[in-house]
């Protein structure tokens, strides 16, 4: 098995990511910093993986996206823009009545 390397480090040393690590709540992108740092330090990426609680091409995927972008790119996440409402704005305003404005009687 082939070993993970980190190949550009952008200038982020292992104690430099750490103290990102702490910054950060959100904690999936916090295990995705781990992860690279684990790395660095020399873990395997299997080792990292079980660390982690992720499957090693997942660790893999973190440490070329470090590689690629930095840190900024591995704490990007793009989501999908999700599905089209079935309903119109105007059928929407109608059905729920806390978007309407309130009127008195």
């Avoid at 996206?65 to 309903?87: M, S």
Wanted: charged share 30%; proline share 5%.
């Amino acid at each position: 098995m082939k070993r993970l390397n980190i190949t550009d480090n952008h200038g982020w040393t292992p104690r430099k990511l750490r103290k990102q690590e702490r910054k950060i709540k959100n904690a999936h992108l916090r295990q995705r910093v781990m992860a690279v740092r684990l790395v660095m330090e020399g873990y395997l990426g299997k080792d990292v993986a079980s660390m982690v609680n992720v499957c090693r091409q997942t660790v893999s995927h973190y440490v070329s996206l470090f590689n690629e972008g930095g840190l900024e790119l591995l704490l990007h996440r793009d989501f999908a823009p999700g599905r089209e409402p079935f309903l119109t704005e105007e059928q929407q305003e109608k059905i729920n009545p806390s978007s309407a404005v309130l009127r008195p009687f």
